[in-house]
């Protein structure tokens, strides 16, 4: 193990949620004056930094806690005694006898000019945008009382048009719906790049970049293609630290209050795991405070019909993919198997790594295994057909609106056309939005539970929320199933847990005939990380038996679609939720979940089973050729 570890550290890159500011305690204090008063700070440290510790504010547009500095939007100056210009806060470290003013003439002039020149090539839509009220360029634009003093200019035009191949040929367009999942309006774009820089640092996938130069400057794909025809794995974290609507989920919260207010069918909701921690921290909950009771109270006065917890079917897919992982061990099969839960994770093999396809999981994700039971088992408990039913899946991820669009996740109504086992998925922040458009406030209402019989979920399966989460959940079920004398004890699988891009441990279990085996597991989080990971699995540098993928930094908690937050420990706060609700849970293993023992029992069989596979399993694609033959019309 220690040899694994040894090259592991070397394979994996951190990536840490924050810009550490500790130095060694050996190290002398620097002393500064902010506005004429006197502090203490660390060495190192950016004026930024030292200013907001203190409690000074400083505009900033380009900077995010979570994001290398860039310097870019230049709202962040400052006036420093003995420099002949301002100075940009979020780049320059701070020296001993600094004098700092955040508040100068010449500052706040600087600042306004920048402002306003950007205010006069924003669009005027802020009343029906995406981002509205939750929009740092409008808080700014509030804040330096910036008027529009000319007509906005609109400098980008429509472009997009098909060509004789049937392919959107690379034109530009301010505009682009391409995916399901994300939607970009490009007229909005304040030019800070932070889109371009999550692209690279989170994923490392690169699709986002600047283009021209000067006032024709602009953000853009490679070749000006539609997203849907670049690399892209529609993870969202771009939307995510976007400070404007430039970026943004591809919404359906109109589609969704539609039914919910002409109640023409059963509506139906199932909420991912993360979605409980990431309301939890958006009001303001205590540390250990399970969200759960209240968040499904809010769900209920919303006007769904029955609500139903995701949990449930991350249980069901241990007990599928644990079996499924168990047969290759016995029988023979492809290794590493990765696991199937991330749908980014998916668009990155079948964009860039087809070649993996048979190394995938078969079973799908918690969200379509859920939203295939809810359209056979529940649908005929209650004597309905499928299309009889609004199923709404809420989650923390964009990439799972594309996921639920793939073509073979249907069923036949009775009428013999094919419906979606999901109807709608709308993120953490659009259910902000639908609970802020019905004046709902979760924390105020008293605790509700999910209905039956797809309610119950162990701890467990909530511990799919964060980076760890499948393989720790798979471990404690595959070491009970296969006879394990001596199994890891609850919650002790540390090696696995934590922010670490790429983590490894040794599992041990049983085969079918008794014999004792070791398998070689390991955590993966973050596409930066994953390709770094999947070179050396290439180059045989590393070898393991099933591996566990997640597009996004730390898991689901920091899903592309969670709200946006400027704490650079947001993330750590949520998964710390998550390690105390399975803590303090009395389920804590998925087998032992009675609603999963009642529809094996009921209507599946067994894990694994004929009818399993037809509800549960999957395939995938090469969709790398689509890709390929718009490079070859590119060259042409």
């Not at 070397?10 to 840490?16: E, F």
């Not at 000067?214 to 853009?220: D, M, S």
């Not at 701890?459 to 199994?487: D, K, Y």
């Not at 969670?562 to 609700?581: F, G, H, I, L």
Request: aromatic share 6%.
């Amino acid at each position: 193990m220690s040899m694994l570890s040894s090259v592991l550290n070397k394979a994996a890159v951190n990536p840490k949620l924050t810009r550490s500011l500790a130095t060694a305690a050996t190290e002398k204090m620097v002393n500064i004056s902010i506005n004429g008063r006197k502090f203490q700070v660390k060495p190192k440290t950016t004026v930024l930094e030292a200013a907001k510790a203190n409690g000074y504010y400083i505009p900033t547009l380009c900077y995010h806690p979570r994001l290398p500095i860039a310097g870019n939007c230049r709202l962040c100056l400052v006036d420093v005694k003995g420099s002949w210009k301002p100075l940009t806060a979020c780049t320059t470290e701070v020296w001993e006898g600094m004098e700092i003013e955040t508040d100068s003439p010449t500052v706040i002039e600087t600042v306004r000019s920048s402002l306003s020149m950007m205010r006069e090539e924003h669009p005027n839509d802020c009343m029906t945008c995406e981002s509205n009220g939750n929009c740092e360029f409008q808080d700014l634009i509030y804040r330096y009382q910036i008027d529009a003093q000319h007509p906005v200019r609109s400098l980008l035009k429509h472009k997009f048009k098909k060509t004789n191949h049937n392919i959107t040929e690379p034109c530009y367009s301010p505009f682009d719906n391409s995916t399901f999942s994300i939607a970009r309006d490009m007229n909005k774009c304040v030019k800070c790049g932070r889109c371009v820089r999550a692209c690279h640092h989170f994923q490392n996938i690169n699709i986002l970049g600047f283009i021209n130069r000067a006032g024709y400057e602009r953000v853009g794909t490679p070749m000006d293609r539609p997203m849907n025809f670049t690399k892209c794995v529609e993870c969202g974290q771009c939307s995510q630290v976007c400070p404007v609507g430039a970026i943004t989920a591809r919404t359906e919260v109109m589609d969704v209050l539609r039914h919910l207010d002409t109640k023409r069918k059963v509506v139906v909701c199932s909420t991912a795991p993360a979605i409980r921690v990431a309301l939890a921290e958006e009001f303001n909950t205590e540390a250990d405070f399970d969200f759960t009771g209240k968040m499904v109270a809010g769900l209920r006065k919303l006007g769904f019909d029955y609500i139903f917890d995701t949990n449930f079917s991350a249980d069901l897919t241990i007990m599928e993919e644990g079996t499924e992982l168990i047969n290759r061990l016995n029988n023979g099969g492809k290794f590493p198997m990765f696991t199937s839960c991330c749908p980014g994770w998916i668009n990155m093999v079948e964009k860039s790594y087809p070649e993996l396809r048979d190394n995938l999981s078969s079973c799908k994700s918690p969200q379509q295994m859920i939203g295939a039971v809810i359209k056979s088992y529940f649908a005929k408990k209650l004597g309905l057909s499928t299309e009889d039913i609004i199923h709404v899946s809420i989650m923390p991820c964009t990439a799972k609106k594309g996921e639920a669009r793939r073509p073979e996740f249907v069923q036949k109504g009775k009428d013999g056309k094919d419906y979606p086992d999901i109807d709608y998925v709308i993120t953490t922040r659009e259910l902000l939005t639908l609970l802020k458009l019905k004046k709902i406030n979760p924390a105020e209402l008293p605790d509700d539970k999910f209905d039956s019989p797809l309610g119950i979920g162990s701890s467990a399966g909530n511990l799919f929320g964060v980076t760890g989460g499948v393989m720790e959940a798979a471990v404690r079920t595959a070491q009970v199933i296969t006879g394990v004398e001596n199994p890891i004890p609850l919650g002790e699988l540390k090696a696995i847990r934590g922010l670490d891009g790429i983590k490894a441990a040794d599992v041990p279990l049983k085969t079918k005939d008794g014999k004792d085996v070791s398998v070689r597991a390991a955590v993966v989080s973050g596409g930066a990380n994953i390709q770094k990971f999947l070179e050396k699995i290439k180059n045989k540098e590393l070898e393991f038996d099933f591996v566990e993928m997640m597009m996004c930094p730390g898991g689901c908690i920091n899903g592309g679609g969670q709200p946006k937050s400027a704490d650079p420990e947001v993330v750590t706060k949520k998964m710390q939720r998550m390690y105390t609700m399975d803590n303090q849970a009395k389920l804590r293993l998925c087998h032992e979940n009675p609603e999963i023992t009642d529809v094996y029992k009921n209507f599946l069989g067994e894990p694994n089973s004929h009818l399993a596979h037809e509800l549960l399993h999957t395939h995938y694609n090469d969709r790398s050729k689509a890709i390929q033959e718009m490079s070859l019309h590119e060259k042409k």
